[in-house]
């Protein structure tokens, strides 16, 4: 069972570059999301989709870029990467209500802008 | 704002001791709270949740407790097991707001063998 698959799992990238983080889960679940994880700060949410074809912006929205062309995929986008986005990027999925708060996280992508 | 937030940052037990973790909350209309266990280089994995009508709820090995009163929610962990070693959020789904969490920070809880 892989659940949620993230790539890479680790990436060093050069100031203004572009780059894309995958996602992909093999639950069905229909809400995919987004969050950093920086020491000192927990989770924060960038961008959510509660379905395939939408999506919405979460708390740390700015610099970022989602889409969710299928159930499946949920790509993050930096379409310009800058060293604040230097941090742990953790993709997660959710099935059906009720909303009980039980999120099926993946491994974690390490990013770090230089 | 609203927020979640822990009262200790570092906790260190002896083996086969229990462990509490405290949380403290402040928005009030969250409808469940819920308990992550992070391992090192892993991903956070769902523990327990507890809807907001209720003061209490066991799992295995786990107890979470919600005192609305005071705003406050606290995870006990029986018999600690170096495999209880990690790091535990507590988290809040505001009413109406799917499944977006709100994280606190975040506890280590290291076991002494």
């Known amino acids: 069972i892989a659940g949620i698959t993230q790539a890479p799992t680790s990436q060093i990238l050069a100031a203004g570059r572009r780059m894309t983080l995958r996602c992909t889960q093999d639950?069905?679940?229909?809400?995919m999301y987004w969050y950093r994880q920086d020491l000192g700060l927990g989770l924060r949410l960038i961008h959510y989709s509660n379905t395939a074809g939408t999506t919405g912006k979460g708390e740390v929205p700015d610099g970022y870029s989602v889409s969710r062309a299928n159930t499946d995929d949920f790509p993050l986008t930096l379409a310009s990467a800058v060293p604040s986005q230097t941090s742990v990027y953790f993709c997660a999925s959710s099935g059906a209500p009720p909303n009980t708060g039980e999120l099926f996280f993946g491994e974690g992508s390490r990013l770090t802008v230089l | 704002g609203e927020s979640v937030g822990l009262h200790l940052p570092t906790l260190s037990v002896q083996e086969g001791d229990n462990s509490i973790i405290n949380c403290a909350y402040s928005?009030?209309?969250?409808?469940?709270f819920i308990w992550y266990k992070q391992e090192s280089g892993k991903g956070p994995q769902f523990i327990i949740d507890i809807r907001s009508n209720m003061d209490k709820r066991q799992g295995q090995r786990v107890t979470v407790l919600l005192n609305k009163t005071v705003k406050h929610l606290s995870l006990q962990i029986a018999a600690t097991q170096p495999g209880d070693s990690a790091v535990y959020f507590c988290?809040?789904?505001?009413?109406?707001?799917?499944?977006?969490?709100?994280f606190g920070g975040g506890t280590r809880l290291m076991v002494k063998p």
């Open positions: 639950m069905r679940h229909n809400a």
């Open positions: 988290a809040e789904n505001p009413h109406d707001a799917g499944n977006m969490l709100t």
């Open positions: 928005n009030s209309a969250s409808d469940y």
